[in-house]
């Protein structure tokens, strides 16, 4: 996107992500895969929500050096900062104005009875911060300062998008059309990818065990042992059923990063047994990840243009941010000049 504005024709895309870890298989089928193939049919906005991610304590040296990293994957996943906006949430300051305003028109009921809230809650008890419950309300805040049209994220985040939509529909019988109420754009394959340890349980990009994820930055080898020792069921039939969460995850991977229906890849792999299913899925997602891998290598070696993105990124977004804040503080009645 050449200059500081939209193309009125086109719908807005906008997506985030927290800077932990590294980009996950999970992240990437759920998220980032779709953001690359929207990319071009929107106007895209893509963030490093590490603003989001300071709600559980991080070591400050190591945090810095994992949200350049994200940057840098964002790259190598083929996110084309001609074709999209692409910046850290923290170099914007319009996200943190907005969601004061739309604090002010949150119920703490609303925030507290998020089911991620709950969860963190009880992950981190020592540390049940002011952060972590309004978490939803930034995550808003960053959809609704950029009249959003379409969210494209994983399952995992459609309550927090509702609660987003709540807000702006709120919001704008209160003080008058403001928001645009953005939809969802949730996957028909990959919105749920699972942990290889444990299927009945998201893949997640915090989780302990190495053994439950894979990143897009992993080598081919890691992966595929991966994926050899992931946790299945019992019986051989290779097909997608409720008591067969470990399989049907498998299949589910396969079938996102091959892009074949899930009864495709049923048939496919007919009366063969899990083991050479495990290796053939392992070396998919290895093939798929591997020029991601270079590609990541090659970024990170230019901090420079990182920089350069990044900063060329928050100077466009800020610019449209402020547009609406301009209209949001008008409307609730702060003085301008
Ligand atoms: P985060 O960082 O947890 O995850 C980033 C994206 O990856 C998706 N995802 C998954 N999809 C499929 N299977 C999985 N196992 C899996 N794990 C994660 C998530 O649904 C998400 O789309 N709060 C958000 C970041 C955020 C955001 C936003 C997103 C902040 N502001 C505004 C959209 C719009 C989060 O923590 O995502």
Redesign the pocket.
């Known amino acids: 996107m050449a200059e500081n504005t939209l193309n009125e024709q086109k719908k807005i895309i906008?997506?985030?992500?927290?800077p932990?870890g590294t980009i996950?298989l999970?992240?990437y089928?759920?998220?980032?895969k779709n953001w690359q193939s929207m990319q071009s049919q929107f106007d895209s906005i893509f963030f490093i929500?590490d603003l989001?991610a300071l709600t559980v304590r991080r070591e400050p040296a190591e945090f810095r050096q994992t949200a350049l990293n994200f940057f840098a994957q964002f790259l190598a996943c083929g996110l084309d900062p001609n074709q999209a906006i692409m910046y850290f949430q923290s170099h914007v300051h319009q996200h943190t104005e907005l969601q004061w305003i739309l604090n002010c028109n949150t119920y703490v009921g609303e925030a507290s009875r998020m089911t991620q809230f709950k969860d963190k809650s009880a992950k981190h008890a020592d540390n049940i911060n002011m952060g972590l419950m309004d978490?939803p309300v930034?995550?808003a805040a960053?959809?609704l300062l950029f009249q959003s049209d379409l969210?494209?994220?994983?399952?995992?985040?459609k309550q927090?998008l509702e609660l987003a939509r709540d807000i702006a529909i709120r919001f704008n019988n209160r003080y008058g059309d403001t928001f645009k109420v953005p939809d969802g754009y949730i996957p028909k394959t990959?919105?749920?990818?699972?942990s290889l340890q444990d299927p009945t349980a998201?893949?997640?990009?915090s989780d302990t065990d190495q053994n439950a994820t894979v990143s897009i930055i992993d080598d081919e080898a890691t992966i595929v042992r991966r994926f050899k020792r992931a946790v299945t069921d019992s019986g051989s039939e290779i097909c997608v059923r409720e008591d067969k969460p470990g399989i049907t995850n498998l299949i589910n991977i396969y079938s996102a990063i091959e892009g074949k229906p899930v009864e495709a890849v049923e048939k496919e792999f007919a009366g063969q047994g899990y083991g050479t299913f495990k290796i053939a899925v392992g070396e998919a997602v290895a093939a798929k990840f591997k020029p991601i891998r270079e590609e990541y290598m090659r970024y990170m070696a230019d901090k420079a243009y990182i920089a350069e993105v990044a900063a060329d990124g928050a100077q466009k977004a800020a610019g449209l941010a402020e547009r609406t804040l301009k209209k949001v503080k008008k409307k609730v009645g702060l003085v301008s000049f």
């Open positions: 906008l997506s985030g992500i927290q932990t996950t999970g992240n089928l759920g998220a980032v929500a989001h978490y930034l995550m960053d959809i969210v494209p994220v994983g399952i995992d985040q927090h990959g919105a749920k990818i699972c998201k893949m997640s990009k």
